[in-house]
T-cell receptor, first 111, second 115 residues
Framework: GQQVMQIPQYQHVQEGEDFTTYCNSS?????IQWYKQRPGGHPVFLIQ?????EVKKQKRLTFQFGEAKKNSSLHITATQTTDVGTYFC???????????FGQGTTLQVKP | NAGVTQTPKFQVLKTGQSMTLQCAQD?????MYWYRQDPGMGLRLIYY???????DKGEVPNGYNVSRLNKREFSLRLESAAPSQTSVYFC??????????????FGPGTRLTVL
């Protein structure tokens, strides 16, 4: 079945450093969503990308959708301790809304 | 407006016992979902209900049953719990409509241990 691969699995950074997580698929994605899960918490929606080559920004977070719609990335500039958590990408089905999640990237930020 | 609520928050079962995980949403959403989360594996869809009165299998339905009791409530039942079902279970819901906005709203989760 459809698989969404996400790398890296873990990332430790010093506060102030940048962070990027990547999401890849062997087939074309209809859309890609990004979620953040704080330790002990539940996933919270960040953004959805639909168009080829789309780039969206939320303050220090930049989300990209590849031209071929087979990959996506989330980049955080100048990480802060509040960025700690696990970031998931997921492909959403436009009719059923089902989500196929990547394995997630867990970010640790050292102050 | 509580969003998505789940009960219980924690549960310990013995192998072979049964239990039902409850989920309710007060956002008038049509679609509801059950996921399980295991370390290193992301979230995997167990069952979903695209609308009241319908349910469908997801990626990992074996060992589970669901009931869409009404528009608000979607329960997950383990008939005979197994240690492999030790996991964190999340319920989610999605607003009506299709296409551009597939955002899902997640509940706080149920942490289940099967001994």
């Amino acid at each position: 079945g459809q698989q969404v691969m996400q790398i890296p699995q873990y990332q430790h950074v010093q506060e102030g450093e940048d962070f990027t997580t990547y999401c890849n698929s062997s087939t074309t994605l209809s859309n890609i969503q990004w979620y953040k899960q704080r330790p002990g918490g539940h996933p919270v929606f960040l953004i959805q990308l639909v168009k080829s080559g789309e780039v969206k920004k939320q303050k220090r977070l930049t989300f990209q959708f590849g031209e071929a719609k087979k990959n996506s990335s989330l980049h955080i500039t100048a990480t802060q301790t509040t960025d700690v958590g696990t970031y998931f990408c997921a492909e959403g089905s436009s009719n059923t809304g089902k989500l196929i999640f990547g394995q997630g990237t867990t970010l640790q930020v050292k102050p | 407006n509580a969003g998505v609520t789940q009960t219980p928050k924690f549960q310990v079962l013995k192998t072979g016992q049964s239990m039902t995980l409850q989920c309710a949403q007060d956002m008038n959403h049509n679609s509801m979902y059950w996921y399980r989360q295991d370390p290193g594996m992301g979230l995997r869809l167990i069952y979903y209900s695209a609308s009241e009165g319908t349910t469908d299998k997801g990626e990992v339905p074996n060992g589970y049953n669901v009931s869409r009791l009404n528009k608000r409530e979607f329960s997950l039942r383990l008939e005979s719990a197994a240690p492999s079902q030790t996991s964190v279970y999340f319920c989610a819901s999605r607003a009506p409509g299709q296409g551009l906005n597939n955002e899902q709203f997640f509940g706080p989760g149920t942490r289940l241990t099967v001994l």
